[in-house]
């Protein structure tokens, strides 16, 4: 491990406190790198004769920060440079990764055909039990998993998508080559939670890790509804950016 640390027991400062400031500095100087593994808890007991709950409290406290991520079953790593999603436009994951000069993929979890509960009925404006198609993935960036995505779209208008390969493409890009459907209008509401076992295990974080809850409705250029999407972006990996003016008096 890199520069190892040290603790002052005659300091005032509390010990959790000092052992997260050194591995603040330690990732702020590049001594750790994104990626990198940490030393396990019993580790830094042994190493800096404290108590586990006052290393724990340390690496809690790094991970609320973002600049730690406790993989599930396996080590606590260091987090890489968080992704800023810009509260203006809208374009979809695989355009946003390209932009950003990273290969986007997704792992499939489910894609079939069911009936729209009336939640998602209202939300695409067709009638409860009207035929929906229903895409779950999770999203890729340079194969580290960065969101999970559950997508509704009208079954009369896309079944096609029942039979297209979206491991590898835009669901966008194939909305408008195979079904001139051109995405334009989007609502969208974001709040933060926490991801149950489930969630976490499938983006390889640990349960009740911190996470943006993203609903999306999606209209195409005519106005149509054509979309409803629920997607957790890892909260390590993702803040929002907002830009704003000051309305005149």
């Known amino acids: 491990m890199p520069n190892s640390l040290r603790l002052n027991k005659r300091d005032h400062t509390p010990l959790f406190r000092q052992i997260s400031d050194g591995l603040r500095r330690q990732i702020e100087a590049g001594h750790l790198k994104p990626g ?22 340390a690496l809690d406290e790094l ?51 069911e009936m729209a509960d009336a939640a998602v009925a209202a939300q695409l404006g067709l009638g409860v039990g009207e035929r929906v198609v229903c895409i779950e993935r999770v999203r ?4 580290e998993p960065m969101a999970l995505e559950r997508c509704f779209l009208p079954h009369a208008r896309f079944a096609g998508l029942l039979d297209e390969d979206l491991t590898q493409q835009s669901l966008y ?21 926490l991801l149950d076992t489930q969630e976490a295990r499938q983006l390889g974080v640990a349960r009740n ?41």
Do not use: W
């Open 140 to 143: 890729l960036a340079n194969a």
């Open 63 to 113: 991970v609320r920060e973002g600049l730690l991520v406790r993989q599930h079953g396996r080590s606590t790593v260091v987090a890489g440079a968080r992704i800023n999603k810009n509260a203006l436009g809208f374009m979809s994951f695989t355009e946003d990764m390209r932009a950003r000069g990273l290969e986007a993929s997704s792992r499939l979890l489910r894609r079939e055909a």
């Open 36 to 57: 990198d593994a940490i030393p396990s808890e019993r580790e830094y007991v042994e190493q800096l004769g404290v108590s586990r709950m006052t290393v724990r409290a």
């Open 209 to 249: 890790s911190p996470a943006l809850l993203a609903r999306r409705i999606t209209r195409d250029e005519h106005g149509q509804l054509i979309e409803a999407v629920q997607t957790l972006y890892r909260a390590d990996r993702y803040r929002m950016l907002f830009v704003r003016r000051r309305q005149g008096q």
């Open 173 to 193: 890009e194939v909305l408008e080559r195979r079904f001139g459907c051109r995405p334009m209008l989007a609502e969208e509401s974001i709040e933060a939670i």
